[in-house]
């Protein structure tokens, strides 16, 4: 794998362009992210969001040479091998493993990330995975079913998982849709925790103002094509962002 030159982007998505059938996903998206960058995505339902972080995270696959991670074409890679190269993302609908407890959640996917390192003791995965826990302020939950999670635990187990396979990029799915403001505020403090740890995080939210506290810059897709893009305040005071998402 080759390592990304000084200043050159964790992530850079070039001219992607993705179709089903007559149907145009995305059109012609063109996008740098640097690293330990918070970058928020937004736009309306149907507006290509989640065609474009399948693309990225190795769910669809796209022509050669449009989406390249740390100076490598990961194009034609599938998603398993991309994690493996540092990209993760959580789901907006938590599917935990409901018969196993919190912390046998989280030994899967460490077991994944660590599969191609032997010399990693079981009992060190186990210290790593209740060092996670511990940082998602689970640790009290280690030895509870995850079927008796609350809301915001499910989503902070959610993103403990995909922390566990140790990622450059994390790909936020709507973490916080459906929970109340203070847990909201949780949700939130976690991300920018982890942004603060040299992790690139890409946050797509529909509550705007997590999405303005949390980002550097914003990118807003209409149509599968970008509308706008920039700081924050910019976006959100774009008037072709306002018509396609706010609806004004």
């Known amino acids: 794998m080759t390592l ?37 995505l937004i736009g309306p339902n149907g507006s290509g969001k989640t065609t474009l972080i399948n693309c990225i995270s190795g769910a669809f696959r796209t022509e050669a040479r449009t989406v390249v991670f740390r100076g490598e074409d990961i194009t034609q890679l599938p998603a398993h091998v991309r994690t493996r190269r540092g990209i993760a993302r959580s789901f907006q609908i938590p599917r935990p493993f409901k018969s196993m407890t919190v912390l046998e959640n989280l030994m899967v996917a460490l077991d994944f990330a660590v599969a191609t390192d032997p010399l990693v003791s079981a009992a060190h995965r186990r210290e790593t995975a209740m060092s996670i826990l511990t940082g998602m302020g689970l640790a009290a939950k280690a030895g509870a079913s995850a079927a008796t999670l609350s809301q915001v635990e499910l989503r902070k187990m959610e993103l403990a998982r995909a ?49 303005m506290r949390f980002s550097e810059r914003v990118m807003c897709l209409d149509a599968g094509k970008i509308i706008a893009i920039g700081a924050p305040s910019e976006v959100m005071a774009n008037q072709r962002v306002q018509e396609a998402y706010l609806g004004t």
């Open 4 to 40: 990304p030159e000084s200043g050159a982007p964790l992530l850079r998505i070039s001219a992607l362009t993705k179709r089903f059938g007559g149907f145009t996903a995305l059109d012609n998206v063109s996008v740098d992210i640097r690293p330990g960058e918070r970058f928020g």
């Open 163 to 211: 922390m566990a396979t140790r990622p450059k990029l994390l790909i936020s799915d709507e973490a916080m849709a459906g929970l109340s403001t203070s847990e909201v505020d949780e949700v939130l403090d976690l991300l920018m925790s982890l942004a603060g740890h040299d992790i690139t995080v890409i946050m797509i939210e529909h509550i705007m103002q997590a999405v």
